[in-house]
Nanobody, 125 residues
Framework: QVQLVESGGGLVQTGGSLMLSCTAS????????MGWFRQAPGKRREFVAS????????LYADPVEGRFTISRDNARNTVYLQMSSLKPEDTAVYYC??????????????????WGQGTQVTVSS
């Protein structure tokens, strides 16, 4: 069974940093592109970042470009989201997702096959 488990969420001050991790099991991790999405209360789930199967190509949503970095360690079946210069508007539940197309960096929720349960990130002002 495919399972994606996020960790690393928490409370951080504006301007601070936080790193999220998502560890996958039940799939051939290196064959999947991975994405991070977030959903704030009352808002739609939105794209944050994605990375292709090898880690050689990345895509970021405009609001996080230059502040967030996505990376992966295929040996550990883990994708990371390093977040810096955090803002209150970054507050959301963050989800990781897996896409079996490998090398297409989809940005829509419906384009991903598997999802984690999410981890809460709260940025206080």
């Amino acid at each position: 069974q495919v399972q994606l488990v996020e960790s690393g969420g928490g409370l951080v001050q504006t301007g601070g940093s936080l790193m999220l991790s998502c560890t996958a099991s039940g799939l051939t991790f290196s064959s999947y592109a991975m994405g991070w999405f977030r959903q704030a209360p009352g808002k739609r789930r939105e794209f944050v970042a994605s990375i292709n199967y090898s880690g050689g190509r990345e895509l970021y949503a405009d609001p996080v470009e230059g502040r967030f970095t996505i990376s992966r360690d295929n040996a550990r079946n883990t994708v990371y989201l390093q977040m810096s210069s955090l803002k209150p508007e970054d507050t959301a539940v963050y989800y990781c997702a897996a896409d079996d197309s490998r090398d297409i960096l989809w940005v829509q929720v419906e384009q991903y096959e598997y999802w984690g349960q999410g981890t809460q990130v709260t940025v206080s002002s």
